[in-house]
Every structure is written in C-alpha cells, then in structure tokens.
Nanobody, 114 residues
C-alpha cells in the first residue's frame, strides 16, 4: 500500500506559477514511476508529467517547456513546478505512483484565471 498526500493547488492568474507536491508514505526510489495527471470537467484524465525510477521524464506536449517534474528522495516527495500557467491548465491534478499496482492521490484543484 502507498498513501499519497498532495498539496499546492490554488487559484492563480494566467502567466503565474504554482508548485504541486506529492508526499508518499514509502521510499519513492522503490517505485517504477511517479507522475502527475489532470482532469478537467468533461474531459478524461490525462498524463501531465511522469518520472521513472531511473530519472527519465516525459511530458504532455501541452506543458513541455512550462512544467517540470522533480523529486526529493529525502522527503519522499515528487513535485510539479508549473510556470506560465494558462486558463486551459485548469483542472484537478492527481499524483500517481506505479508500484506493483497503481496508486492515486486525492487530487488538488488548480484554477488559472484569464
């Protein structure tokens, strides 16, 4: 079992920045991968950024160059730094862990006003 606790969402104006955090209950380097997904109303949940245990990353085309995923092993935490935010980034953001099974955080709302 893995418990995930997200934080850092909120309301920001277009062009602003937010940093999301996801604290895991276990050593994150044991996970195959950690990532961030998002789901806007009426849309399917989509991958935003993913970080493997080996350090490889991949990003959705819509966030490349603006978002950065990173981790802190000492804190068992993965981050999503979001810069140059756009109204279309508005969604609930979910932390995800791949570790024998798939685990999800409770989600954190990000709202970008125009």
């Amino acid at each position: 079992q893995v418990q995930l606790m997200e934080s850092g969402g909120g309301l920001v104006q277009a062009g602003g920045s937010l940093r999301l955090s996801c604290a895991a209950s276990r050593n994150i380097f044991r996970f195959n991968a950690m990532g961030w997904y998002r789901q806007a109303p009426g849309n399917q949940r989509e991958l935003v950024a993913r970080l493997t245990s080996g350090g490889s990353t991949n990003y959705a085309d819509s966030v490349k160059g603006r978002f950065t995923i990173s981790r802190d092993g000492a804190k068992n935490t993965v981050y999503l730094q979001m810069n140059s935010l756009k109204p279309e980034d508005t969604a609930v953001y979910y932390c995800n862990v791949e570790f024998f099974s798939t685990y999800w955080g409770q989600g954190t709302q990000v709202t970008v006003s125009s």
